[in-house]
């Protein structure tokens, strides 16, 4: 059984080779071109499913499926990294995510750049599960939340770069170049991580359990495919049954596996550490609430204010940029703070943030209350998830970080995932079917004055959820930190 409480002696080491900073410098490179990749599609998107004259369903999972592989495969390649090793392992990843991009430039049918889009979320996977693993062991428990702040810090960064960048890309040079501009990025990234990397010593070559990763996937993969398709086009439909019913069948077979296994592909007696379990729960939660309110207010500042969609993301930007900054600041008070105390500071300056937006939230709400709400939520945020994933990982032994970290990117990104999904069903929950295409579609302006009403009453129901489960995460940081 692996404990994840605070060891007797630091439960990480100082890696021989390149000094941390070099290190973070590899990582934070890889991760972010990864996120900005995803961003820079998010854009693109329309163009490029114009390029091949594909329909609704097919321009769905060239998103989805990325998102859905991704989630996925992240235990499972934090498990491969512990028996294989976090150096090969990753720069595998970075490999396999530069060739996939160089290839879905040259994709003949939209299927086949689905399938391309499919392999870079393997990679993708490969480098979040190692990404934040590799840092851990290389600045050691004293220092761990000084490189996880810039870490942090810079990633917040990629809404500001992807947006942009997929939208010139798109434009200017085609769409080929939104996956061909990660290709020469991603081979300097990778001649950087071979010089840079340490070579550490991979843990026991214990099987991996296929069984337990095949199960995994399958009620995982039902789970985001509901959350998605359920959110936006409806919980009826055979997509979002289809799912559900996998995640309702497969987790209880997966979880008897895993107790029963010689070699399990997650530990569970992990979350009988109360440390451990209430860490996770409080990231949980905050990264629901996060994604979940500026997705809100983007959508309410076009359908409200009648922004544009290019108008709306530049009104959200105080938001990241905020997070971009406090972040670094809540890495470097670690060393003079306890981390759990961060991170229980950090949740509850973004509780504030989303009480602000849900006080305030009016058809005549002044800009400078929205944005003061992203603020407040963006900077508690930064300084919350540098304490909490510096108090998780200081305290696991070096040769479980692999598998830990996968587990942690999993239940953040599933909160990404029932974050959105949640804001989307509750803000629209008011409107008739015809509205919330319209909405949909970008064409809020057609709204009646009554049906904009309805609209608020869903915005106070969505934040009303966002707010209890930020809530949920501040009073589960705060009690980790009592139990400290």
């Given at each position: 059984m692996v404990r994840v409480s605070a060891p007797a002696e630091p439960a990480l080491?100082?890696?021989?080779g390149s000094g941390p900073w070099r290190v973070l410098s590899v990582v934070t490179l890889g991760t972010l071109l990864l996120v900005v990749n995803m961003t820079t599609l998010n854009i693109a998107l329309p163009v490029v499913v114009g390029h091949f004259e594909a329909g609704a369903?097919?321009?769905?999972?060239?998103?989805l499926g990325f998102m859905l592989v991704q989630t996925s495969l992240l235990m499972v390649c934090g498990r491969m990294s512990d028996v294989f090793g976090r150096r090969h392992m990753y720069l595998f990843g970075l490999a396999v995510f530069t060739a996939a991009n160089l290839l879905a430039g040259f994709a003949p049918t939209i299927e086949v750049l689905i399938a391309l889009r499919v392999l870079a979320a393997f990679g993708g996977a490969v480098l979040l599960a190692n990404g934040t693993a590799i840092i851990a062991h290389a600045f050691g428990p004293q220092r761990l939340s000084e490189g996880l702040g810039v870490y942090f810090g810079v990633l917040t960064a990629a809404p500001l770069i992807g947006p942009s960048a997929g939208g010139f890309l798109a434009e200017a040079a085609g769409w080929q170049w939104v996956f061909w501009f990660n290709v020469p990025i991603g081979l300097i990234a990778l001649a950087w991580a071979a010089l840079s990397l340490p070579r550490v010593p991979p843990g026991a070559r214990e099987p991996i359990d296929v069984l337990g990763a095949v199960l995994l996937f399958g009620w995982l993969g039902g789970l985001i495919l509901t959350l998605s398709e359920g959110g936006s086009h409806g919980w009826a439909t055979?997509?979002?049954?289809?799912?559900?019913?996998?995640?309702?069948?497969?987790?209880?077979?997966?979880?008897?596996?895993?107790?029963r296994a010689r070699h399990?592909?997650?530990?569970?007696?992990?979350?009988?550490?109360?440390h451990f379990s209430l860490a996770n729960l409080a990231a949980f939660c905050n990264n629901l609430g996060r994604v979940g309110s500026v997705l809100l207010v983007?959508?309410?500042?076009?359908?409200?204010?009648?922004?544009?969609?290019?108008?709306?993301?530049?009104?959200?930007?105080?938001?990241?940029?905020?997070?971009?900054?406090a972040a670094p600041i809540g890495g470097f008070l670690g060393r003079r703070v306890h981390s759990r105390t961060i991170a229980a500071a950090g949740s509850a300056t973004a509780t504030t943030g989303m009480l602000v937006a849900l006080l305030a939230l009016d058809e005549d709400t002044p800009y400078t209350m929205i944005a003061l709400s992203l603020i407040l939520v963006a900077v508690g945020s930064g300084v919350f998830t540098t304490g909490n994933t510096s108090a998780v990982l200081a305290a696991v032994p070096s040769e479980r970080l692999g598998v830990v970290n996968g587990l942690r990117m999993t239940l953040l990104n599933v909160g990404n995932v029932?974050?959105?999904?949640?804001?989307l069903m509750l803000a629209t929950s008011a409107l008739a079917a015809a509205d919330r295409r319209l909405l949909y579609g970008g064409a809020a302006a057609s709204l009646s004055p009554g049906e904009l009403g309805d609209l608020i009453t869903g915005?106070?129901?969505?934040?009303?959820?966002?707010f209890v489960a930020s809530l949920i995460a501040t009073f589960a940081s705060l009690t980790n930190r009592r139990l400290s």
């Open positions: 080491g100082r890696p021989e369903f097919a321009s769905s999972w060239l998103v055979p997509v979002s049954l289809s799912g559900a019913a996998a995640f309702g069948l497969l987790l209880p077979v997966f979880a008897v596996r895993q107790r399990p592909l997650v530990d569970v007696t992990l979350f009988s550490d109360r983007a959508l309410f500042l076009q359908a409200v204010n009648g922004m544009t969609p290019a108008e709306a993301g530049v009104a959200v930007l105080p938001g990241p940029i905020a997070g971009m900054v029932m974050g959105a999904a949640l804001c915005y106070h129901r969505a934040f009303t959820v966002l």
